[in-house]
T-cell receptor, first 108, second 114 residues
Framework: SQQGEEDPQALSIQEGENATMNCSYK?????LQWYRQNSGRGLVHLIL?????REKHSGRLRVTLDTSKKSSSLLITASRAADTASYFC????????FGAGTTVTVRA | DTGVSQDPRHKITKRGQNVTFRCDPI?????LYWYRQTLGQGPEFLTY????????KSRLLSDRFSAERPKGSFSTLEIQRTEQGDSAMYLC????????????FGPGTRLTVL
């Protein structure tokens, strides 16, 4: 069964705007990871946040984690057309458990 | 290119046929994973190897599925007597030895069962 659940399912924004997506999960975690998948391709790892961390940054990405609410958010700032993709959160330690993803479309 | 590679990229087969997919992980990675992804869903874990040992199998991996990693390098995933419900993208990933490490995914093999 899939533990993570992303929200919204789809997001359409203008280039230069920020995109925010959320992930909720069901059980305790050791870490949470975010991945990106371009259409029909494999997944690319974006960022990992550990259960004792609350916020993490990587370039234009900002991830927060609230273990009390069992939720995480991914913020992409100053979006570009190349950010058009599906974004997945994944939990578990070895065998990753993914949600259904948020599909982000960045309009030029 | 030193990333994870998968072969073939696409496979179309008729129901009842057997298919085999290959995954070549990043050379120094000891862990290798197989996932399955259907349209509009995230990947679902199937199985993983630590070197040549298959350490865990999902309940999704029915008796028709078998995975091997004979020398701890490349891996194969075989599906016997394919069914239309097996149509999906089969993704392979690898990671170093440490649990919780980033997993590096290959481009996937898209299987269509007619």
């Amino acid at each position: 069964s899939q533990q993570g659940e992303e929200d919204p399912q789809a997001l359409s924004i203008q280039e230069g705007e920020n995109a925010t997506m959320n992930c909720s999960y069901k059980t305790s975690i050791n870490n949470l990871q975010w991945y990106r998948q371009n259409s029909g391709r494999g997944l690319v790892h974006l960022i990992l946040i550990r259960s004792n961390e609350r916020e993490k940054h990587s370039g234009r990405l900002r991830v927060t984690l609230d273990t009390s609410k069992k939720s995480s958010s991914l913020l992409i700032t100053a979006s570009r057309a190349a950010d058009t993709a599906s974004y997945f959160c994944a939990t578990e330690w070895v065998k990753l458990s993914f949600g259904a993803g948020t599909t982000v479309t960045v309009r030029a | 290119d030193t990333g994870v590679s998968q072969d073939p990229r696409h496979k179309i087969t008729k129901r009842g046929q057997n298919v085999t997919f290959r995954c070549d992980p990043i050379s120094e990675h000891n862990r290798l994973y197989w996932y399955r992804q259907t349209l509009g869903q995230g990947p679902e874990f199937l199985t993983y190897f630590q070197n040549e040992a298959q350490l865990e199998k999902s309940r999704l991996l029915s008796d028709r599925f078998s995975a091997e990693r004979p020398k701890g390098s490349f891996s194969t995933l075989e599906i016997q007597r394919t069914e239309q419900g097996d149509s999906a993208m089969y993704l392979c990933a690898s990671s170093p030895d440490l649990a919780g490490d980033e997993q590096f995914f290959g481009p996937g093999t898209r299987l269509t069962v007619l």
